[in-house]
């Protein structure tokens, strides 16, 4: 009986590598476009207090001579802020037809936006409206367009394939990886507790609902940290892949968390106060904290978001219990004499206000695994 005879192949085809998959497409430019964006409108509208009229154009500024006091590091900052929002609008609007589509529309976006604030900026009495401003805004977002047309692609693609390399293929991974950035961000505030967030009192104005007192600041200050060390460790926890090693990568990341902290305090406060946030109740949160998370790394993940759902609303309501830390305040006052008004502001408020936007993003993420 005749055999069958197999299939002739040369060497080349034996030698022909395999395709690698194409990473999963990425939203992250999106997401990182849109939190740029209000946080630029929110520092450059800050303090939103004392709003008034002053019976001028709102367009008066754009006829304006030179002003008289201008520096060059001022102009700097004001063309480089807008150069990362110009970047991520092109790279998010990257799918227009056109080569130089999407470089325009984030242009335009970006003068937009820098047309707006400079507006309002006329009934706010901290803030002068200028046409120098406006200029440089419209030239950052111009060179960041640009950057992203002629090396966005590349970039895009890495940031792609780091993502399916890293996060777990969860829905809307980007998104919380955009929350966690902004957790980060809160540590650059030594006028708060460590890790606390979700304090409304100085956003709503209300006063303090227990007073100062040593023993009281101690167990609620344990607990702050307590709640959200589980908290950022589970929620960092949830967008890993599984291939990698979890324990490692949440010790690194809590010390960098500390590493911005202590840096933080260093140059905003003194450098004798780089470490002042390292209390008793501070230790001691941080050792619990530390221990029940590794417990609770165990769990399946639904299960952790629930606990990291739970750890978060206690969290937000211990820290709206604390009463104020003496250090914060000396902190506070000393900080806000130098040109960091508005960054200590919208620090305070992303700090205020994430638990409120984490809570959602864990109860649509618990639902979905």
Known sequence: MEQDQPPLTSPADDQTPARQPLPRPTRLPLYLALAYLVLISYASLYPFANWRDLGLSPLAFLGAAWPRYWTAFDLAVNIAVYVPLGFLLALTLRHLPGRWSAAVAALLVGSLLSFTVECLQNWLPARVPSNID????????????????WKGKPIFRRVAQLQQALLA????????LVL??????????????????????QVLGLTPAVPYAAPAFFMLETGVIVCNTIVIGLFTRTLLADRNAPHLVLFSFFMLALAIRTLAAAVLVAPHDALAW????????????????????????????????????????LVNLTPPNPYSEAALATWRQGHFLNFNGLTRWIASLWPFLALPYLTALGRRL
């Open 134 to 149: 406006l200029a440089c805004n419209i030239s950052g977002s111009a060179i960041g367009a640009v950057l992203a047309v």
């Open 169 to 176: 293929p969860i829905p809307h991974a980007e998104l919380g």
């Open 180 to 201: 966690i950035a902004m957790w980060l961000l809160t540590q650059l505030s030594p006028e708060t507790l460590l890790f606390g967030v979700g304090d409304l009192r």
């Open 278 to 317: 390292l209390t008793p109740g501070a230790r001691l949160g941080l050792l619990i904290g530390g221990v029940l998370l590794s417990l609770l790394l165990l769990l399946p993940a639904a299960l952790r978001i629930g606990f990291a759902g739970v750890a978060l609303m206690a969290g937000t309501a």
